[in-house]
């Protein structure tokens, strides 16, 4: 079935660089896509969202950034610190209400 | 952001027994609720999504009849994995959405060990 996924497993980057963390999605149709961090036995926890027919959104130290020619998607952290290391999901909304999860990527932050 | 709270956050149980999982939404209230399965360093799967008074609709592959699922109202979905076996253990999460196309609001997960 159709499914959003990653092109990262793992990412690692220095405290104080900038993340880029890269998401593709099959399902056309989609027009609502959200980022999600998730700790350690924790929940996800709302990053940030954007609208298809929006190509670029930007909050407080990310940025989202959507390509519906690729069907890609990307999360841009800036400066990124010790408290971002967590597992960063992309998510599509199908149909209105289900969110869809794609597979994940860690990001580690090295000190 | 919204809060949705989940009980109990971990849970042990023996093979055979039912466990039940609460989910509310404490200041919003949640049209659709949603319940994911999380195993060890994998994504979250959708199980199946209730409407407040109406039965929840199951992905394909999850069985209704072991895991039940009761949305009695616009703050509580509940559930209930019966007759839970080991392979059962997981993370368990709840999400609450107010309106379609918005972002949904997630609880802080249950861990259910069946032993």
């Known amino acids: 079935g159709e499914s959003v996924g990653l092109h990262l497993p793992t990412l690692s980057v220095q405290e104080g660089d900038n993340s880029i963390i890269n998401c593709a999605y099959s399902?056309?149709?989609?027009?609502?896509f959200i980022w999600y961090k998730q700790e350690s036995g924790k929940g996800p926890q709302f990053i940030i969202d954007?609208?298809?027919?929006?190509d670029k959104r930007q909050g407080q130290r990310v940025t989202v950034l959507l390509n519906k020619t690729v069907k890609h998607l990307s999360l841009q952290i800036a400066a990124t610190q010790p408290g971002d290391s967590a597992v960063y999901f992309c998510?599509?909304?199908?149909?209105?209400?289900?969110?869809?999860f794609g597979a994940g990527t860690r990001l580690f932050v090295k000190a | 952001g919204a809060v949705v709270s989940q009980h109990p956050s971990w849970v042990i149980c023996k093979s055979g027994t039912s466990v039940k999982i609460e989910c509310r939404s404490l200041?919003?209230?949640?049209?659709?609720m949603f319940w994911y399965r999380q195993f060890p360093k994998q994504s979250l799967m959708l199980m199946a999504t209730?409407?407040?008074?109406?039965?929840?609709?199951?992905e394909q592959g999850v069985e209704k009849d072991k895991f039940l699922i009761n949305h009695a109202s616009l703050t509580l979905s509940t559930l209930t994995v019966t007759s839970a076996h080991p392979e059962d253990s997981s993370f368990y999460i709840c999400?609450?959405?107010?309106?379609?196309?918005?972002?949904?609001?997630f609880g802080q997960g249950t861990r259910l060990t069946v032993v």
């Open positions: 954007i609208r298809s027919n929006m």
């Open positions: 999400s609450g959405k107010q309106q379609r196309n918005t972002e949904a609001f």
């Open positions: 399902n056309s149709a989609s027009d609502y």
């Open positions: 998510a599509e909304n199908t149909g209105g209400f289900k969110t869809i």
């Open positions: 209730s409407n407040e008074g109406s039965k929840a609709t199951y």
């Open positions: 200041d919003f209230q949640a049209t659709t």
